[in-house]
């Protein structure tokens, strides 16, 4: 019998993180783990609530599922089975998952790349993120936190300060960019005069600019946009991918909305079998969340996985950064 155990850890952030919907000092991340008496396994949630995921939530389904019977789980077969019995949020199904596969991976002496029959990398490159902030600050951002050392930046953007922040994000860097409003537009045609804002900048793609359920005004958009669409929001653990082919260029995985390494990897490779691009990203995390998602990045086409480079104190270094680049470290 496996012991089981979890923990919420509160990661204190080196700034206010703010996006087009909320902004946050802190969070509050789930950690499981999962072992005998000689091997452990361990992963992690990073809640969300655009997902309706809390911690409080996530506890409450993890001790649903330990009185239905995950300390008697015997295979990673099981285990998916108890998961299919009873339903848990993605977040906390990757977590029990990836601490499952790692224990295992742990036991039996292999990594977790031959685990999952891909290609390991060495180490990758990953954007790093402007919150949304008063412009006049972009400069001394960016010099503080050394951003001229990746090879590309996201810039989180809403409709009000959206065109002002990025002239100032030139202003101190000449990197591409990715943009990313977290579904702040409301209609395809604003959207497209912003774009025209955008024409002086290196923009190389745009992160979900409009609500999810805009599905019609996503069709419009596509036809029109002068850059590549990257769906984010559109895809969680499932997506229509008749429609969502229609509506983008690319797909944003992320292995919290993933709920786990076998779904995250069946939805890499249904995006590049429709002709679509590429990209992990992440929740604010700490490197054992990042840990798992660079297991992933083998031939992707863009990488944003910076969460544990904004947790202050981050816990556990199991990824370092060099230069822009993360390089696994050790397995959780």
């Known amino acids: 019998m496996l012991l089981w155990n979890l923990e919420a850890l509160d990661?204190?952030?080196?700034?206010?993180?703010?996006?087009?919907?909320?902004a946050s000092d802190v969070k509050t991340n789930i950690f499981v783990s999962v072992g005998d008496e000689r091997f452990q396994g361990r992963?992690?949630?990073?809640?969300?609530?655009?997902?309706?995921?809390?911690?409080?939530v996530l506890q409450q389904q993890f001790e649903t599922l330990k009185s239905n019977g995950l300390v008697q789980v015997g295979s990673l077969e099981e285990l998916q089975h108890l998961l299919q019995l009873h339903l848990v949020l993605p977040a906390l199904r990757f977590?029990?998952?990836?601490a499952y596969v790692h224990f295992v991976c742990r036991k039996n002496g292999q990594t977790v790349t031959e685990f999952l029959g891909v290609t390991p990398v060495a180490s990758a490159p990953t954007a790093y993120s402007y919150p949304i902030m008063d412009p006049g600050k972009i400069a001394a951002f960016t010099k503080e936190h050394g951003l001229h050392r990746f090879e590309y930046l996201k810039v989180k953007v809403n409709q009000e300060s959206g065109l002002d922040m990025l002239s100032e994000v030139t202003k101190a860097t000449q990197q591409g960019l990715i943009i990313d409003a977290n579904e702040a537009w409301q209609d395809p045609d604003s959207l497209m005069r912003f774009f025209e804002g955008l024409k002086k900048y290196p923009v190389l793609m745009i992160e979900q600019p409009m609500p999810s359920a805009l599905q019609e005004e996503y069709l419009y958009l596509k036809k029109r946009s002068p850059y590549d669409l990257f769906a984010d929001e559109s895809v969680t653990d499932h997506a229509d991918w008749d429609l969502l082919q229609q509506q983008f260029h690319g797909v944003n995985m992320k292995l919290m909305k993933?709920?786990?390494?076998l779904n995250g990897l069946a939805i890499l490779q249904k995006t590049r079998s429709l002709g679509l691009k590429t990209m992990i990203g992440c929740m604010m995390e700490t490197s054992m969340g990042i840990w798992s998602a660079l297991q992933l990045a083998h031939g992707v086409d863009l990488l944003d996985l910076d969460g544990m480079l904004v947790v202050k104190d981050e816990p556990f270094h199991l990824v370092r950064e060099e230069?822009?680049?993360l390089c696994p470290v050790e397995q959780p």
Do not use: M, V
């Open 258 to 261: 993933a709920g786990g390494y």
């Open 323 to 325: 230069a822009g680049r």
């Open 43 to 56: 992963g992690e949630a990073a809640p969300n609530i655009r997902y309706g995921e809390t911690p409080e």
């Open 95 to 98: 977590a029990i998952e990836s």
């Open 11 to 22: 990661l204190t952030l080196r700034y206010t993180w703010k996006i087009s919907r909320n």
